[in-house]
């Protein structure tokens, strides 16, 4: 039940796009298009931002994106605002039948 | 408005047992699975446990196997999370999530969480 590889921080200024990398293996990401993403603010409990790989929720702005390609997943954010700067973890699925999160990634918008 | 409340945290002597209670309101638990989540202080979100909104299967991360249970209570709309033998190496805030299910799943929503501190 090793954790997926995020990032440990990314960085961009306001309008810019950045993309979080979460690598997994054959037996978790690679395996089903199970993997969504949350972001957290300080002292807030998470909020689901893409699930199903690409799917966004309601409510949450078209400049968030899922992909994945082999064992790896991605987020992006494009036309980053200031609001944005939050930890943003990845999360799937496994062979296991259990599911695992990636270490969580830190964004910084400057 | 579907929302999830934890109750039950606080600080117990390594050994000491604590039970969480998630209560769920704006839906009914009996027809969704439900997961316990954790983050410790710091550190960054892991999957605890998982109960089916059948009770067909449970499944819990390697760590706590044999000393966490969770169990539901229909008639209140509750989630519980039994800790027994408790560590250090458990001092978290835990949360309740609500699974979703439409050929992929997700978690969502999260409770506000529950901070449960190990320490002698």
């Known amino acids: 039940q090793s954790a997926l590889t995020q990032p440990a921080s990314v960085s961009g200024s306001p309008g810019q796009s950045i993309t979080i990398s979460c690598t997994g293996t054959?037996?978790?990401?690679?395996?089903?298009?199970?993997v969504s993403w949350y972001q957290q603010f300080p002292g807030k409990a998470p909020n689901l931002i893409i699930f199903g790989v690409t799917k966004r929720p309601s409510g949450v702005s078209n400049r968030f994106s899922g992909s994945k390609s082999g064992n790896t997943a991605s987020l992006t954010i494009s036309g980053l605002q200031i609001e944005d700067e939050a930890d943003y973890y990845c999360?799937?699925?496994?062979?296991?039948?259990?599911?695992?999160f990636g270490g969580g990634t830190k964004l910084t918008v400057l | 408005q579907i929302q999830l409340v934890e109750s039950g945290g606080g600080v117990v002597q390594p050994g000491g047992s604590l039970t969480l209670s998630c209560a769920a309101s704006?839906?009914?638990?009996?027809?969704?699975?439900m997961h316990w989540l954790r983050q410790a202080p710091g550190k960054g979100l892991k999957w605890v446990a998982f109960?089916?909104?059948?009770?067909?299967?449970?499944n819990y991360v390697d760590s706590v196997k044999g000393r966490f249970t969770v169990s539901r209570d229909f008639s209140k709309n509750m989630l519980y999370l039994q800790m027994n033998s408790l560590r250090v190496e458990d001092t978290a805030v835990y949360y309740c999530?609500?699974?979703?299910?439409?050929?992929?799943?997700?978690?969502?929503?999260w409770g506000q969480g529950t901070l449960v501190t190990v320490s002698s």
């Open positions: 054959s037996s978790d990401v690679g395996a089903y298009n199970y």
């Open positions: 704006g839906f009914t638990i009996s027809g969704y699975g």
């Open positions: 999530a609500k699974y979703n299910w439409n050929d992929v799943g997700w978690f969502d929503p």
């Open positions: 109960i089916q909104f059948d009770g067909s299967d449970e």
């Open positions: 999360n799937s699925y496994t062979r296991s039948k259990t599911w695992v």
